[in-house]
């Protein structure tokens, strides 16, 4: 009797751990995440990297429903700068749901200066306006910052460049009266020398191509401060016949 008993108990507790494991909902999942880089901008893959604990699937949201994604932390390229709700959903086998919402602002690169470090200094075999016996004269050196794509209003279409003299440290760009989005897609900057009295009649017959270099600002070699928000694009081409042309164009996400 007493051995019944025993086993009768034993099939008692399966039955009751059974049926608690069957009702009792999983630990609801804690949803959360930050970016890789901190700062995220126009342009460049950012990773949304995954805390979260207790979910067994994920659904990002960026913006709107059109932007979705499973990945457990994803990687995102953003087109267009300005303020992204993201939404991490996080999901227990049982469907629990619990989600978390950010807001991350998406930055653009905002020109602040830009720097010629090296440039041909001969035109052909004879130095840029060779002066008389005895004088010293340099080139009277203009440039141009523009995007290629005509539709795009940046860059010369501002007014700042064109008729700017180029000083030999380079200029600096006040990014708040002159701004100047480097947007990312094909820009040029050339050199060009002038040679007319009146800088504000620039025209074909008054000034000679010097140098040029066509660079996306965005995807160019890049070097940032600490905090990530400023730096600068290092553009480097060296033609076929040896010429170097070195250009540095300092930048300030905004």
């Known amino acids: 009797m007493t051995k019944f008993y025993q086993a009768f108990s034993t099939v008692i507790v399966i039955l009751l751990l059974a049926?608690?494991?069957?009702?009792?909902?999983?630990?609801?999942?804690?949803?959360?995440?930050?970016?890789?880089?901190?700062?995220?901008?126009?342009?460049?893959?950012?990773?949304?990297?995954?805390?979260?604990?207790?979910?067994?699937?994920?659904?990002?949201?960026?913006?709107?429903?059109?932007?979705?994604?499973?990945?457990?932390?994803?990687?995102?390229?953003?087109?267009?700068?300005?303020?992204?709700?993201?939404?991490?959903?996080?999901?227990?086998?049982d469907d629990q749901m619990v989600e978390s919402v950010k807001e991350v602002v998406v930055r653009e690169r905002i020109l602040t200066g830009y720097f010629v470090n090296v440039f041909p200094n001969f035109n052909g075999t004879d130095p840029w306006d060779p002066g008389l016996a005895g004088a010293e004269q340099a080139a009277d050196i203009f440039v141009q910052l523009t995007p290629i794509d005509p539709n795009n209003p940046s860059g010369i279409a501002d007014g700042i460049y064109g008729n700017v003299p180029f000083g030999p440290f380079g200029n600096i760009v006040d990014p708040?009266?002159?701004?100047?989005?480097?947007?990312?897609?094909?820009?040029?900057?050339?050199?060009?020398?002038?040679?007319g009295d009146d800088p504000a009649e620039i025209n074909d017959d008054n000034v000679e191509f010097m140098a040029g270099v066509q660079f996306n600002p965005v995807q160019a070699g890049t070097f940032k401060n600490d905090n990530g928000d400023a730096g600068f694009v290092s553009v480097l081409l060296v033609d076929n016949e040896g010429n170097v042309f070195d250009v540095d164009f300092s930048f300030e996400l905004q």
């Open 19 to 93: 049926a608690c494991g069957e009702d009792d909902p999983l630990p609801a999942p804690v949803p959360n995440f930050f970016t890789d880089p901190d700062i995220v901008e126009v342009g460049v893959p950012v990773m949304f990297d995954n805390l979260s604990t207790n979910a067994a699937r994920y659904e990002w949201i960026f913006g709107d429903s059109s932007n979705i994604s499973t990945e457990i932390s994803p990687t995102v390229t953003f087109g267009d700068a300005g303020t992204v709700t993201v939404t991490l959903k996080a999901f227990t086998e």
């Open 176 to 195: 708040v009266a002159n701004r100047i989005v480097l947007t990312d897609e094909d820009w040029s900057f050339v050199l060009f020398d002038f040679d």
